[in-house]
């Protein structure tokens, strides 16, 4: 259920889905790290153990509050199925649903750590722990192909510092499993990381960059859908008017009339862009049967003008009108 259109949750969602990223790659180097029987100095192995352990569990924690930031915020489209369901979502099906199976493949890694030495033996825990693998590359595409901050440069360093180590540390430990009594030559693996750096690269700033929509635009034409109440007595009455328009600039419209017979005798009108929450407030200038004319002005003095219009319903909702706004 969409509880809010304030930008703070949107900023939650963000950063959380980012912080959580940075956990989860921080979770899979240090698992790498041990897996090679490396040591570090001045850090015992049972500590660099609990700081995975806690690693894991802070990931979770994120992935929560961003899941949890996106069901509440009215702006993003997305429902509880297409926040659970993979390939559901009407935005970017694919990118959003590899964020949903690596957030569920997480849960079965924490359920199956649960597990451990009790139903499940150290050999199948040991290949279901290669999934963290596929939760880390999955985490990563989601990432690059979703969300508005894909193509900034401080996200496109985090997730290319990322990469390199999980790959450059990936491939080092695989050829020193193949090749236990030989020196594993450096080049490899960091020829890998920059391999895996530049193919990150190259899909953030090209097939996958982020293209954003007019911010608060100061024209745009839109779909609009709503409802019309209305609180009729014998000398004066009030109609309202509440609708969404929804497109390439997502606002909340309102308009409140106060009707006496064949008289108007007041009008207010707001005009909400999502996800900013920037009001432009005025009044109704002409009324038409189904739709009507509004002036509004922002803070900053700018004036809006809106024309709106819908097709009548016996019910008092509505679907399938037009919202025009122009400067």
Same mark, same amino acid.
């Given at each position: 259920?969409?509880?809010?259109?304030?930008?703070?949750?949107?900023?939650?969602?963000?950063?959380?889905?980012?912080?959580?990223?940075?956990?989860?790659?921080?979770?899979?180097?240090?698992?790498?790290?041990?897996?090679?029987?490396?040591?570090?100095?001045?850090?015992?192995?049972?500590?660099?153990?609990?700081?995975?352990? @806690?690693?894991?569990?802070? #990931?979770?924690?994120?992935?929560?509050?961003?899941?949890?930031?996106?069901?509440?915020?009215?702006?993003?489209?997305?429902?509880? #199925?297409?926040?659970?369901?993979?390939?559901?979502?009407?935005?970017?099906?694919?990118?959003?649903?590899?964020?949903?199976?690596?957030?569920? /493949?997480?849960?079965?890694?924490?359920?199956?750590?649960?597990?451990?030495?009790?139903?499940?033996?150290?050999?199948?825990?040991?290949?279901?722990?290669?999934?963290?693998?596929?939760?880390?590359?999955?985490?990563?595409?989601?990432?690059?192909? =979703?969300?508005?901050?894909?193509?900034?440069?401080?996200?496109?360093?985090?997730?290319?510092?990322? *990469?390199? /180590?999980?790959?450059?540390?990936?491939?080092?430990?695989?050829?020193?499993?193949?090749?236990?009594?030989?020196?594993?030559?450096?080049?490899?693996?960091?020829?890998?990381?920059?391999?895996?750096?530049?193919? #990150?690269?190259?899909?953030?700033?090209?097939?996958?960059?982020?293209?954003?929509?007019?911010?608060?635009?100061?024209?745009?034409?839109?779909?609009?859908?709503?409802?019309?109440?209305?609180?009729?007595?014998?000398?004066?009455?009030?109609? =309202?008017?509440?609708?969404?328009? #929804?497109?390439?600039?997502?606002?909340?419209?309102?308009?409140?009339?106060?009707?006496?017979?064949?008289?108007?005798?007041?009008?207010? @009108?707001?005009?909400?862009?999502?996800?900013?929450?920037?009001?432009?407030?005025?009044?109704? *200038?002409?009324?038409?049967?189904?739709?009507?004319?509004?002036?509004?002005?922002?803070?900053?003095?700018?004036?809006?003008?809106?024309?709106?219009?819908?097709?009548?319903?016996?019910?008092?909702?509505?679907?399938?009108?037009?919202? =025009?706004?122009? =400067?």
């Amino acid at each position: 259920m969409h509880l809010t259109s304030s930008a703070v949750d949107w900023y939650v969602a963000r950063a959380g889905g980012v912080v959580a990223y940075v956990l989860l790659s921080a979770a899979v180097v240090i698992g790498l790290t041990m897996s090679g029987r490396r040591t570090l100095k001045r850090w015992p192995r049972f500590a660099v153990e609990d700081i995975h352990r @806690f690693a894991g569990l802070l #990931t979770g924690a994120f992935i929560v509050l961003h899941v949890a930031a996106i069901a509440i915020d009215s702006y993003l489209p997305f429902s509880l #199925t297409s926040l659970l369901v993979p390939l559901v979502s009407s935005y970017r099906p694919l990118w959003v649903a590899l964020g949903i199976v690596a957030a569920e /493949l997480l849960l079965a890694l924490a359920i199956a750590n649960r597990l451990r030495n009790r139903r499940l033996s150290h050999k199948a825990w040991r290949r279901t722990h290669y999934l963290n693998f596929a939760v880390w590359a999955a985490a990563t595409l989601h990432g690059l192909g =979703s969300g508005t901050d894909r193509s900034r440069p401080w996200l496109l360093a985090i997730e290319g510092v990322a *990469t390199a /180590l999980v790959i450059g540390l990936t491939v080092w430990r695989v050829l020193r499993v193949r090749q236990p009594a030989l020196t594993v030559p450096k080049a490899a693996p960091v020829l890998s990381a920059f391999a895996g750096v530049a193919v #990150t690269a190259a899909l953030a700033l090209g097939p996958l960059a982020f293209k954003p929509k007019p911010w608060n635009a100061a024209t745009f034409t839109d779909s609009l859908s709503g409802q019309v109440l209305r609180d009729t007595a014998v000398t004066r009455g009030i109609v =309202s008017l509440a609708g969404n328009g #929804t497109g390439s600039q997502r606002v909340l419209v309102r308009a409140d009339l106060l009707i006496a017979p064949r008289k108007l005798l007041s009008t207010v @009108f707001q005009l909400e862009y999502l996800p900013s929450g920037l009001l432009c407030l005025g009044h109704i *200038t002409q009324v038409h049967s189904y739709g009507f004319e509004a002036a509004c002005q922002l803070p900053s003095g700018e004036s809006r003008f809106v024309h709106a219009e819908w097709t009548p319903s016996q019910q008092s909702s509505f679907e399938g009108g037009t919202l =025009s706004v122009h =400067s």
